[in-house]
């Protein structure tokens, strides 16, 4: 039994392992890697199911893949998640709808018995963290800049301030155009007299392009060479990194709730 979990789990590492390098270097990742992972790790999973001979195996298998699938294809018709990682979460199902057993005998409470929701709320937990990524890219950027974050955009709400420097960051108009990843948090509000710069909190794939029209009909002095944008986060890198927590710590969530109630 062992050996066909440590095959999944081989499987699991080569193919989200080659998809998160390809998400990094392009944001894209082929479909190829989904056609041969799904299918590959459902044979086994059958294979495994039917060694076990046990109907408890069926049965939460059937509600996990469910469970997955309705919220991996939820999330990626609300804009939430793309097709890649959508496609990531309904292939994990099949190869893992629950906890693997493993030689190293990781049993503890913080394991959720949807194995695949595990890797899912790790994986939003760690994307959070680029957060931290972006404060401090702002941070550096100012320092070496000397520069205003916001300059030209001293009169745009506290808030959406805030919610840019959290989410973005500056960077040069030529990279702004040359990388499809990147989103532009400004635009070009059109009012008598002149354009206006302006913030865009909730930036949209369908209007990179005329954002970057606009933005091209201002001259680059008025920007000083750089403009807030958003990148396109790998989050298949976060998949496969909550993937791998997931098999060592269980619920990230669960398992930090835990390490600090101690201190209490």
């Known amino acids: 039994m062992e050996t066909i979990v440590y095959a999944k789990l081989l499987l699991s590492f080569v193919f989200l392992g080659y998809a998160s390098w390809s998400d990094i270097k392009t944001r894209e990742v082929s479909n190829k890697i989904w056609i041969f992972y799904g299918p590959l790790g459902l044979l086994l999973t059958l294979f495994e199911g039917i060694l076990q001979k046990d109907t408890d195996f069926w049965i939460l298998f ?16 609300v804009g939430a998640y793309g097709g890649a990682d959508a496609k990531a979460f309904m292939c994990l199902a099949l190869v893992f709808p629950t906890c693997p057993q493993t030689a190293w005998k990781i049993q503890h409470s913080t394991f959720h018995m949807l194995f695949p929701v595990t890797v899912f709320t790790n994986s939003i937990l760690l994307a959070a963290l680029s957060v931290i990524y972006m404060l401090l890219r702002n941070l550096f950027w100012k320092l070496g800049e000397g520069r205003k974050l916001f300059n030209g955009l001293e009169k745009e709400p506290f808030w959406k301030k805030i919610l840019t420097i959290l989410c973005g960051y500056k960077v040069s108009i030529e990279k702004l155009r040359e990388k499809d990843f990147y989103f532009p948090l400004e635009d070009i509000e059109e009012r008598e007299g002149g354009g206006k710069r302006v913030i865009v909190v909730f930036p949209r794939d369908e209007d990179r392009e005329n954002i970057l029209k606009r933005l091209d009909r201002i001259e680059n002095d008025a920007f000083n060479g750089y403009v807030w944008a ?12 909550g993937f791998i927590a997931a098999l060592f710590l269980g619920d990230l ?11 209490f």
């Open 62 to 77: 059937g509600i996990s893949v469910a469970v997955t699938w309705i919220l991996a294809i939820t999330l990626f018709y």
């Open 230 to 241: 958003s990148p396109g986060l790998p989050m298949l890198v976060f998949i496969t990194l």
């Open 253 to 263: 969530i669960w398992f930090l709730v835990s390490l600090f109630s101690g201190f």
